[in-house]
C-alpha cells in the first residue's frame, strides 16, 4: 500500500528552487572537507515521532490523520513498518531509530509481547534488506507502561527490575538481528520526584547493575552496537539521573562503564539542563565519549521539551563545528528527534518539517566546514592563549612550575595586561560566515 501518494522523491534543486518540496541546501553526493554530506550527516527518521504521534498534547487529544491509523494494534504496526520504509525512500534518509514499543503493541504477557516484536521484525528485516535501508539504533521503551512508575533500573520493586532486564534482553535480540549500528540507553523514568522516599545510593548502584547485565549480554550474543547513554536533566521525573553530559560521564566513570559507553545527546535536553548543543558536545569529545545526535530544538519560551525540528542555523552551524572538529560522529547520525506542530497535521508537514531539519544541518554544515577551513575560530582562540606558549605559561603547561616559582615570577611585579574577548566581533563574523554559503 502506498501512503504518501501525492509526494515523490525529494530531490536537491538548489537556492534557486521554489519548490517547497526540495531540498535547497542539502545535497548527499556533495563533498565537503573530503566527505560526502550524506556520509557526514548520517541522517535518521524518528519512528515514534513519525509515525506514532497523533498530534496529541496535554490540553488536546490527537490532530493527525495518518493513512495507517485504521486497523487494530498488530495491523498498524504493520502498517507503519511500510509507512516507515516508504517515507525513508522518498525523503532519502538512510537510517532510522525505534523504541521497541513503537513498531510494536505490548500483548498481555511478556511472551505475547515478544511475540508481536517477532512479527514486525521480520517485517522490519524484509525491507530493509530490499530497499538497503539501516538501522542507526533502538531502544527499550521502560517508561511509559504503569508498572515503571517508579523507574525501571531504579525502581524500588525488584519485579519491575526483572521484567526490565527482560525487556532490554528481548530488544538487544532484536538490535543484534536487525543489524543497528547503536543502542540507546535513556532513562525515561531513572529519577526521582523527592529525596524523603529515596535511596539515591541504591538506585544510582542498581542502575549500573543492569547497563554491565546489557554489556555482557551484547558481548554474550555477538552484538557489537556501539552503546550509547542520552542525558536529560528533567521530565517525567523531577531530577533525571543523567542530568546532562558531565553528570553522566561521572556516573560512567564511577561504575566502570566508560570503556562501553559514549553519549547521544539531544539538543532539546541541553537548554533544558541550562547549556547549549555545542557545549554538551564539547564535554562529550573532550572526554572521548560523543557517541550521536539527536536533532531538534526547544522553544525558550516554553519550559519543557517541545522537540522542534532544528531551523536555528547559528545552532546547526556550532553544532557541525564541534562534530567536525571532534572528528565525526562515526557510528553515530543525526537523528531527527523532533515532531511536526499539533497545528501541522497533514502528512505533507512530515516531509516539510524533516527538510527543514535536513537543509539546516546542511547549511550548518558547510558554514562549520568554511569557519575550519579559514581557521576563523582557531586563530582567534590561539592567539587568546598565546601567553602559555612561552615564559612562566609554557612552564606551567610543560609540568615545570610549582607555588615557588609562580610566586618568584609574581613577585617581579611586571604589570598585567588583559585583552578583549572581542566577542561580539566574533559572532558578527559568524554571521557573515552562515549567510554566505
Given at each position: 500500500?502506498t501512503?504518501?501518494?501525492?509526494?515523490?522523491?525529494?530531490?536537491?534543486?538548489?537556492k534557486?528552487?521554489?519548490?517547497?518540496?526540495?531540498?535547497?541546501?542539502y545535497n548527499?553526493s556533495e563533498v565537503?572537507?573530503?566527505?560526502?554530506m550524506e556520509?557526514?550527516?548520517?541522517?535518521?527518521?524518528?519512528y515514534?515521532?513519525?509515525?506514532?504521534y497523533?498530534?496529541?498534547?496535554?490540553?488536546?487529544?490527537g490532530t493527525?490523520?495518518?493513512?495507517?491509523d485504521?486497523?487494530d494494534a498488530l495491523?498498524?504496526a504493520k502498517a507503519r513498518v511500510?509507512?516507515?520504509?516508504?517515507?525513508?525512500?522518498?525523503?532519502?534518509?538512510?537510517?532510522y531509530?525505534f523504541?521497541?514499543r513503537?513498531i510494536?503493541?505490548e500483548?498481555?504477557?511478556l511472551?505475547?509481547?515478544?511475540k508481536?516484536l517477532d512479527?514486525?521484525a521480520?517485517?522490519?528485516?524484509s525491507?530493509?534488506?530490499?530497499?538497503?535501508?539501516?538501522?542507526?539504533?533502538?531502544?527499550?521503551?521502560?517508561f511509559?507502561?504503569p508498572?515503571?512508575?517508579?523507574?525501571?533500573?531504579?525502581?524500588c520493586?525488584a519485579?519491575?527490575?526483572a521484567?526490565?532486564?527482560?525487556?532490554?534482553k528481548?530488544?538487544?535480540e532484536?538490535?543484534k538481528r536487525?543489524g543497528?549500528?547503536n543502542y540507546?540507553?535513556?532513562?525515561?523514568?531513572e529519577?526521582?520526584?523527592t529525596?524523603l522516599?529515596?535511596d539515591?545510593a541504591?538506585?544510582?548502584?542498581n542502575l549500573?547493575?543492569l547497563l554491565?547485565?546489557?554489556?555482557?549480554?551484547?558481548?554474550e550474543?555477538?552484538f557489537?552496537?556501539?552503546?550509547?547513554i542520552?542525558p536529560?536533566?528533567?521530565?517525567p521525573t523531577?531530577?533525571?539521573?543523567?542530568?546532562?553530559?558531565?553528570?553522566?560521564?561521572?556516573f560512567?566513570?564511577?561504575?566502570?562503564l566508560?570503556?562501553?559507553?559514549?553519549?547521544?545527546l539531544?539538543?532539546?535536553h541541553a537548554?533544558l539542563?541550562?547549556?547549549t548543543?555545542?557545549h554538551?558536545?564539547r564535554?562529550?569529545?573532550?572526554n572521548g565519549l560523543?557517541?550521536s545526535l539527536?536533532?531538534n530544538?526547544?522553544d525558550?519560551?516554553?519550559?519543557?521539551?517541545?522537540?522542534?525540528?532544528?531551523t536555528?542555523l547559528?545552532?546547526t552551524?556550532?553544532?557541525?563545528?564541534?562534530?567536525?572538529?571532534?572528528?565525526?560522529?562515526?557510528?553515530?547520525?543525526?537523528?531527527f528527534?523532533?515532531?511536526?506542530?499539533?497545528?501541522s497535521f497533514?502528512?505533507e508537514?512530515?516531509?516539510?518539517?524533516?527538510i527543514?531539519?535536513?537543509?539546516s544541518?546542511?547549511w550548518?554544515?558547510?558554514?562549520?566546514a568554511?569557519?575550519?577551513?579559514?581557521k576563523?575560530?582557531?586563530?582567534?582562540?590561539?592567539?587568546r592563549?598565546r601567553s602559555?606558549?612561552?615564559?612562566?605559561?609554557?612552564e606551567?603547561?610543560?609540568?615545570?612550575?610549582?607555588l615557588h616559582?609562580l610566586?618568584?615570577y609574581?613577585?617581579?611585579?611586571?604589570?598585567?595586561?588583559?585583552e578583549?574577548?572581542?566577542?561580539?566581533?566574533?559572532?558578527?563574523?559568524?554571521?557573515?560566515?552562515?549567510?554566505?554559503?
Amino acid at each position: 500500500m502506498t501512503y504518501f501518494k501525492n509526494i515523490n522523491k525529494i530531490q536537491f534543486e538548489g537556492k534557486g528552487s521554489d519548490n517547497p518540496l526540495a531540498f535547497k541546501h542539502y545535497n548527499p553526493s556533495e563533498v565537503v572537507l573530503g566527505k560526502t554530506m550524506e556520509e557526514h550527516l548520517r541522517f535518521a527518521v524518528a519512528y515514534w515521532h513519525t509515525f506514532t504521534y497523533g498530534g496529541a498534547d496535554p490540553f488536546g487529544v490527537g490532530t493527525s490523520v495518518r493513512g495507517w491509523d485504521n486497523a487494530d494494534a498488530l495491523d498498524q504496526a504493520k502498517a507503519r513498518v511500510e509507512a516507515n520504509f516508504e517515507f525513508l525512500e522518498k525523503i532519502n534518509i538512510p537510517y532510522y531509530a525505534f523504541h521497541d514499543r513503537d513498531i510494536a503493541p505490548e500483548g498481555e504477557t511478556l511472551q505475547e509481547t515478544n511475540k508481536n516484536l517477532d512479527v514486525i521484525a521480520d517485517l522490519l528485516e524484509s525491507n530493509m534488506k530490499s530497499s538497503g535501508k539501516k538501522l542507526l539504533w533502538n531502544t527499550a521503551n521502560m517508561f511509559t507502561n504503569p508498572r515503571f512508575v517508579h523507574g525501571a533500573g531504579t525502581t524500588c520493586n525488584a519485579d519491575v527490575y526483572a521484567y526490565a532486564g527482560a525487556q532490554l534482553k528481548k530488544s538487544l535480540e532484536i538490535g543484534k538481528r536487525l543489524g543497528a549500528e547503536n543502542y540507546v540507553f535513556w532513562g525515561g523514568r531513572e529519577g526521582y520526584e523527592t529525596l524523603l522516599n529515596t535511596d539515591m545510593a541504591f538506585e544510582l548502584d542498581n542502575l549500573a547493575r543492569l547497563l554491565h547485565m546489557g554489556v555482557d549480554y551484547a558481548k554474550e550474543i555477538g552484538f557489537d552496537a556501539q552503546f550509547l547513554i542520552e542525558p536529560k536533566p528533567k521530565e517525567p521525573t523531577k531530577h533525571q539521573y543523567d542530568f546532562d553530559a558531565a553528570t553522566t560521564i561521572a556516573f560512567l566513570q564511577k561504575y566502570g562503564l566508560k570503556d562501553f559507553f559514549k553519549l547521544n545527546l539531544e539538543a532539546n535536553h541541553a537548554t533544558l539542563a541550562g547549556h547549549t548543543f555545542e557545549h554538551e558536545i564539547r564535554t562529550a569529545a573532550i572526554n572521548g565519549l560523543l557517541g550521536s545526535l539527536d536533532a531538534n530544538q526547544g522553544d525558550l519560551l516554553l519550559g519543557w521539551d517541545t522537540d522542534e525540528f532544528p531551523t536555528d542555523l547559528y545552532s546547526t552551524t556550532l553544532t557541525m563545528y564541534e562534530v567536525l572538529k571532534a572528528g565525526g560522529l562515526n557510528k553515530g547520525g543525526i537523528n531527527f528527534d523532533a515532531k511536526v506542530r499539533r497545528g501541522s497535521f497533514e502528512d505533507e508537514d512530515l516531509f516539510l518539517a524533516h527538510i527543514a531539519g535536513m537543509d539546516s544541518y546542511a547549511w550548518g554544515l558547510k558554514a562549520a566546514a568554511k569557519l575550519i577551513e579559514e581557521k576563523v575560530l582557531d586563530s582567534i582562540v590561539d592567539n587568546r592563549y598565546r601567553s602559555f606558549k612561552e615564559g612562566i605559561g609554557a612552564e606551567i603547561v610543560s609540568g615545570k612550575a610549582s607555588l615557588h616559582t609562580l610566586e618568584q615570577y609574581a613577585l617581579q611585579n611586571n604589570p598585567i595586561r588583559n585583552e578583549s574577548g572581542r566577542q561580539e566581533r566574533i559572532k558578527l563574523v559568524l554571521n557573515e560566515i552562515i549567510y554566505s554559503v
